[in-house]
């Protein structure tokens, strides 16, 4: 059919296009589908004895956590047990500079320091998100290209489609014969791996664009009925005069003390200090482990500790409506963590086979367009009468 030639032309291309990006993006997601689980075996967890004092507080990590980098930005500190390293995030963007300094959370001795940018996982990222490019060119191209493989999906879907019911059954499962030669059992491998994974690949996909694009984002959470600003957004202060608790120390330096008490059986509390004298502090609260959609944001005055709501979607997670919880979630949908050990295996698997789908599409291509001519012109044989 006619329609089907134009699609078939417009999934050939948009694959010859994207073919390596997806290529490389589908392979670094297979790489970091077990991350954590693959950290597990070799990451030490730097812990001390527990003591019956307390643990530093919020501003003398700061102070101390700025001695080791004194030209970089602190992002914020991790507050763990009692017993754990409290984590110091250093994070500019231009130069890129993340590092973690991991402190003794008792006397501030600097137990550990970790590079995030170098390592194995760190290149796999790299990868994923921006083909070892620079963020502003790598970026743009793997949204563009996973935004087109959304296309190629659909078409593909389309021709999968047979003319006929009766070869229905050839498109669900692979018939190989002893003679069955490598052109056929390579559009085998194309379309029927590419039918069985379609609705999986498209969900990874879709939930990488909505991570690349705003209006992607904007799209998804207004049509899901949301009410919020699609963003993440840090309030100001609601008080502007400074203010102190009763034994003269910084209001800021209370508020691990006071989160530790409203929700003891959270995993970890990450204080992220305010980037200037009118913002709020803010802090996200890791409720689960291996997921994130579940985190509580908190904001609070710097100076009197009151508790200020949010306008954008990201708050406490127990105020979250349907909207906001598909928003949150969209990253434990991308890499698996949304369905545990079994998700991050299905993550794994459909990336994996994503990966075959441009290499076995440009093996299609190439083997139509240098198809050989298998016709041998026919000479004609004279014969010699003898006498």
């Not at 170098?118 to 070892?132: D, E, P, Q, S, V």
């Not at 970026?139 to 087109?148: C, D, P, R």
Request: glycine letters at 6%.
């Amino acid at each position: 059919m006619a329609y089907k030639k134009s699609i078939l032309w417009l999934h050939k291309i948009l694959g010859l296009v994207t073919g390596i990006v997806v290529f490389i993006v589908a392979i670094t997601g297979c790489c970091w589908a077990f991350k954590d689980e693959i950290e597990s075996l070799y990451v030490v967890d730097y812990t001390v004895e527990k003591q019956n004092a307390p643990i530093l507080t919020p501003s003398e990590v700061k102070a101390i956590g700025s001695t080791v980098f004194p030209n970089n930005t602190i992002h914020g500190a991790v507050f763990n047990n009692s017993n754990e390293a409290i984590e110091v995030i250093f994070y500019d963007p231009d130069p890129e500079f993340y590092q973690s300094v991991f402190l003794n959370p008792y006397s501030g001795d600097v137990m550990h320091v970790e590079d995030h940018l170098t390592g194995f996982f760190a290149f796999i990222l790299k990868g994923h998100m921006r083909l070892w490019f620079p963020k502003d060119i790598g970026e743009q191209i793997v949204g563009a290209s996973i935004l087109i493989f959304i296309i190629i999906i659909i078409s593909g879907f389309i021709l999968w489609i047979p003319k006929k019911r009766k070869n229905l059954k050839q498109r669900l499962k692979f018939i190989w014969k002893p003679t069955t030669k490598w052109k056929r059992k390579n559009f085998d491998l194309h379309a029927i791996i590419g039918f069985y994974i379609c609705a999986l690949a498209f969900i990874l996909a879709f939930t990488g664009t909505v991570m690349s694009y705003n209006w992607m984002k904007y799209v998804v959470y207004k049509t899901a009925g949301g009410d919020k600003v699609p963003a993440f957004i840090i309030p100001q202060n609601e008080s502007e005069t400074p203010g102190v608790l009763h034994d003269e120390t910084l209001a800021i330096d209370g508020l691990i003390v006071k989160l530790k008490q409203e929700l003891p059986n959270a995993l970890n509390y990450e204080l992220h200090y305010p980037e200037s004298d009118s913002s709020s502090v803010y802090i996200e609260v890791t409720n689960s482990k291996g997921v994130y959609y579940d985190a509580d944001f908190r904001f609070y005055d710097q100076y009197t500790l009151k508790e200020i709501e949010t306008p954008g979607v990201y708050g406490k997670y127990s105020d979250a409506k349907v909207a906001e919880k598909i928003l949150r979630m969209n990253y434990d949908i991308h890499i698996g963590a949304i369905g545990g050990l079994p998700g991050k295996i299905i993550a794994f698997l459909v990336s994996l086979l994503t990966a075959t789908l441009p290499v076995t599409g440009i093996l299609l291509w190439y083997g139509r367009k240098y198809k050989k001519d298998t016709t041998t012109a026919k000479t004609p044989i004279k014969y010699t009468k003898q006498l």
